[in-house]
């Protein structure tokens, strides 16, 4: 069995960016990182060092299990750090407006960077590997970075309160559904979508006759 990361490595690990997974540490460090599989030094120039499938499954599982949160006071919310794209159907959304856009737009082109750095060609007009293994989140933040509005919460299951996008996986591989309350913002979220690199078709499901999106990242 592979040993753990050292506590130092952890750090490291966690203190990677969110979307790109852009390390910082010492040449010590991110040398073992890279012999351990969990890193890679990029071939171009400024040479920056990335997490790797394997290192992006540590910093998930640990951001759960490994480092305690600090304690929170009472009527205040904890703030990772970590911007997470909204799916539509969220409880408890947090703050919105100007700000929560600007923190969309600037994970986008995080991720942007990511897809230059990691696609073999360098293109940035198709989706990378990370958004390859984290569907759901990478259709989200293609939405949201354009201004698209998630849905709200949905206690009564029908998917259709709140009045904006929401986005699930689907049995199928390398794609996700994304549902909406009228055509109007079906049409919209696939010209996003399909603009961020994504091949998109419309179906009708046939228990409810409802119309969704089905998308997939494109590969050429």
């Known amino acids: 069995m592979t040993r753990p990361p050292t506590a130092a490595q952890r750090r490291v690990i966690d203190a990677a960016e969110p979307v790109t997974g852009r390390l910082r540490g010492t040449e010590a460090q991110l040398a073992a990182l890279v012999r351990r599989g969990l890193a890679f030094r990029h071939p171009r120039p400024p040479h920056d060092h990335f997490l790797t499938a394997a290192g992006h499954r540590i910093r998930e599982a640990g951001a759960e299990t490994v480092v305690p949160p600090a304690p929170v006071p009472a009527g205040e919310k904890a703030d990772t750090g970590v911007f997470t794209a909204r799916v539509g159907g969220e ?5 919105g407006g100007p700000a ?10 995080g991720l942007l960077e990511l897809r230059r750095m990691t696609n073999p060609d360098g293109a940035v007009d198709r989706p990378c590997g990370w958004e390859r ?11 949201e970075a354009a201004g698209h509005r998630p849905a709200g919460p949905d206690p009564a299951g029908t998917g259709t309160d709140g009045g904006g996008y929401r986005v699930r996986a689907t049995p199928q591989p390398e794609a996700v559904a994304v549902r909406g309350p009228d055509d109007a913002t079906l049409r919209a979220c696939a010209a996003t979508l399909e603009k961020a690199g994504w091949q998109v078709g419309a179906h009708t499901d046939p228990r409810t006759r409802a119309r969704y999106l089905l998308a997939s990242p494109r590969r050429v």
């Open 91 to 95: 409880e408890d959304a947090g703050g």
């Open 100 to 109: 929560r856009l600007r923190e969309a737009h600037s994970a986008w082109q």
């Open 133 to 143: 293994t984290h569907l759901v989140r990478a259709a989200a933040l293609a939405l």
